[in-house]
């Protein structure tokens, strides 16, 4: 696409939708694809920013679950056994890697690999 025509394309995008735009982009670049609603059970790995993170306390096992949106979709990252992980909060760029599965219909992976990345843009 010539750099006129987009740049006329994306005149008509909402910021979220261009952010979102680079996300995918940024993904890409680092050998990701995106997650579809029939990604279930998989083996993935997927690039994306930190948009929240939370600990679940728990009497047994706590679990500090990160929300990681790569320009698709959300994905809930989470770490059983774990109340903090040094990098993991919102704004940080990550790649992760692990099973995917969908419990109670979100997309999600337990305890996965994960790089902490230099922010996309």
């Known amino acids: 696409m010539s750099t006129l025509l987009r740049r006329l ?3 008509g995008r909402s910021d979220d939708d261009l952010a979102a ?11 990701c694809a995106p997650i579809t609603d029939e990604t279930d059970r998989q083996s993935v790995t997927i690039a994306g920013t930190i948009t929240a993170v939370t600990l679940r306390p728990r ?37 992760a890697t692990g099973m995917l ?18 922010h996309h843009g």
Not at 21 to 31: D, F, Q
Not at 69 to 94: K, N
């Open 59 to 95: 009497a047994t096992v706590p679990a500090l679950v990160a929300e990681i949106f790569d320009g698709s979709t959300a994905v809930q990252l989470v770490w059983l056994g774990r109340r903090s992980i040094h990098g993991i909060e919102p704004g940080a760029y990550i790649k």
């Open 9 to 11: 394309v994306d005149l």
């Open 21 to 31: 735009g680079e996300l995918r982009e940024a993904a890409t670049a680092h050998g």
């Open 101 to 118: 599965c969908r419990p109670r219909g979100s997309a999600t992976i337990f305890n996965p690999a994960y790089e902490l990345l230099p």
